[in-house]
C-alpha cells in the first residue's frame, strides 16, 4: 500500500507538471480542467493510500486492503478515464468515470469501517 500510494503520488506530480507545462495553450481550457480534475483526485486518494498503508501496519486487518484496493481501482477508473478523455481525445470513455467515482466511495467506506473497528477494539474492556 505503501508503494502503491508514493507511485500514484509520483505519477500524479508528473501529470501535473506535464499538464502545467506541455498542456497550457495547446488545449482549451474546460479541457485542462478535466485534466487537472484527474490528477487532483488522483492525488488524494494517494495520500490515502499512504495513510491506509500506514494504518494497516499498525492495526492489521483485511479490511485496509480492501480500502486500497477500491482507492487504487478508482484512480485507474476515474483519472485514467479523464486523462484518455482528455489526452486521447477519447470523450466517449466518460462512461467509465462514474465508475471510478463508486471504487473511491467504497474505499473510503472501507476506510471508515476498519477505523470503526479500530476504535471499537480500542474501546473494549480487557
Do not use: K, N
Amino acid at each position: 500500500m505503501l508503494a502503491a500510494g508514493a507511485a500514484c503520488a509520483l505519477l500524479a506530480v508528473a501529470a501535473g507538471a506535464f499538464g502545467a507545462h506541455a498542456l497550457r495553450g495547446r488545449l482549451d481550457a474546460t479541457i485542462i480542467s478535466v485534466f487537472e480534475t484527474g490528477v487532483r483526485y488522483q492525488m488524494y486518494h494517494a495520500l490515502a493510500l499512504l495513510a491506509t498503508g500506514l494504518a494497516a501496519a499498525r492495526w492489521p486487518h483485511r479490511l485496509w486492503m480492501l480500502a486500497a484496493s477500491g482507492f487504487v481501482l478508482g484512480v485507474v477508473l476515474f483519472s485514467g478515464s479523464l486523462y484518455l478523455m482528455t489526452l486521447g481525445g477519447w470523450r466517449s470513455i466518460g462512461w467509465v468515470t462514474p465508475f471510478g467515482g463508486l471504487a473511491f466511495l467504497i474505499g473510503w467506506g472501507l476506510f471508515g469501517a476498519a477505523a470503526f473497528r479500530i476504535t471499537r477494539a480500542a474501546e473494549a474492556p480487557p
